[in-house]
């Protein structure tokens, strides 16, 4: 599950730089969507890897931390995806602003001279 | 510490309740919405002020206070908190300064060139206020992303090409950014398992073999996020283009953006990598350094180069973030209360120059700025009065004159001329530099021969620069008619620059306020304390019955 998970962060970050760099925006936006689902991953990674295990503690129980997954990451990870679904969100607008006012898709607001 | 007073909260809830009240009312209500804005950053002004007299050492005690607000009442170190102590306070009330000065600046014309403008305006006021509170590094991260949120807003603010396509770069490298922001937080988190920051200051140092690897290497990921807020070389270019291009009294407000960055890692790296962080003590402190020289250099030699002034005064906040930086890493508290002292003269100066060079552009004939159009990212101020727009209210007489005058202050205060703070600042930087230890004593560091001769020639370049630009504007004014100014636009600069005087006069007061400020951050023992060991506002009832 570990190599499963490294892989497929390494692939989202890849490619997601590599769109970064592409002098399209929706390139730029998608590229930016694959990154922050791969940190959104790797958060959630850093609470270590467990299978069936709850983040929930039972109330007044005698509790054993090993048996539970940990919270924290999950809740990270929570405001993590909320905040990058709206910053997207907001430079979907300024995309579209950029391409009504300039006439290009190009992140500069014009054609670069080939 | 007992008592952790409710007011701590208030820098945060004031601008938010204020700015959500106003997202109710339509923009055609302006005077209603200037009149809440204001009155809201005037509430500011007197609460920083109340927090930071709070801060003050109660009689006889050497310290200064810190108070911990435990915001979802866990006991100390789990969950968030907000911590006040001389810095978090002082950064404060600079924040609110400079927020009551865009407002006022704003009334004349700016409010009207899109919408929301004021609520956009309070919640980075809140987003600034609550990273300089915070005390927990992923809370952090929250409040930076609602100032940064605003802040894409209102650097759109105006709309036009020029400010679309500067807002779009700006966005773009800011949301990448906190990626690496996300990133380094998840490492710190993984390595250390909590993410309170003084907590993690009792952690980092009993870190030890992979662990540790892994915090440093966090650190390092979250430094650099820091370092492209704060406009460090080479991860900077953007930043003169998009403060150029960004409204007046927004470019005017975002002199301090760049220093919150600065705020953080003068924090977290005194806290993180200070004398009780073993092995990893002065942790980056020399990359802070080497980075900081790199960005004076860059930032004079863009000073230099700049033939428009919205530019100048763009390379102008680079040069301030790399010379407070470039203080940082030298990691002394005698240079460091001395970088405190310029990051505060130089903020000032520089809100009071965006919003001047507004001014004095208004009134030139683009024709005179011929060289500067052949600039790629010259905005062209879109702004053309629409007559029906024709602002309303007094003019000021003798306008050139009032401008030259404030000019100058700025340039004095920027190339760092006695007797203005800009050079107590910078002879404090020198003077600690040379005598480490006391006056006359003590090693002197290689490095320090460096930085003082980075600062004396960046003063140098700016103020050859100044010289220049405000010859071309004032004496030797191509055609341009005199522009017209109103006495609310005139008044923000005028409240700016008297800040500025009033820290002139009592620079002694200031001074050992800062010094005293800088000898906590370089000693974090008493912050630290301080969080472990606040107490709950209100006692757990017991343990709940099962």
Redesign the interface.
Known sequence: MELLLSLSIGALVGSGVWLLLRPRTYQVIIGLSLLSYAVNLFIFSTGRLRVNAAPIVEKGTEIDPAAFADPVPQALVLTAIVISFATTALFLVVLLASRGLTGTDHVDGRESEK | MPNPSHLIIAPILIPLLAGGLLLFFEDRERRLKDAVSILTALALIVVAFVLLKRTYPAAGAEDGRIFVYLLGNWPAPIAINLVLDRLSAIMLVLTAVLGLAALIFSIARWQRAGAHYHSLFLFLLMGLNGAFLTGDL?NL??FF?VL??AS?GLV?HG???AR??A???Y??IN??A??LF??G???I??AAGT?NMAHLAVVFGELDGDGRAIAEAGAGILGIAFLVKAGIWPLNFWLPTAYSAAAAPVAAVFSIMTKVGIYILMRLSLLFFGSEAGSSSGFGSEALFLAGMATILFGMVGVLASQAMGRLAGYSVLVSSGTVLAAIGFSQAGVTAGALFYLLSSTLALAALFMLIELIERGQDPAANVLAVTMEAYGEGEEEEDPATEEIGVAIPETLAVLGVSFAICGILLAGLPPLPGFLAKFAMLTSMFNPAGLGDGAIRHSSWWLASFLILSGFATLIAMTRAGIRSFWARIDGEVPRVLLVEVAPIALLLTAVVVMTVAAGPTYRLLEATASDLHAPQAYIEAVMQALQAVPNKGE???
């Open positions: 992923f991260f929250v992303e940064l949120a894409y759109l709309s036009g090409p679309v396509k807002g779009m770069h966005i773009v949301l990448a906190s990626l996300l990133i937080v998840a490492m988190y993984s993410l709940i019955a099962p």
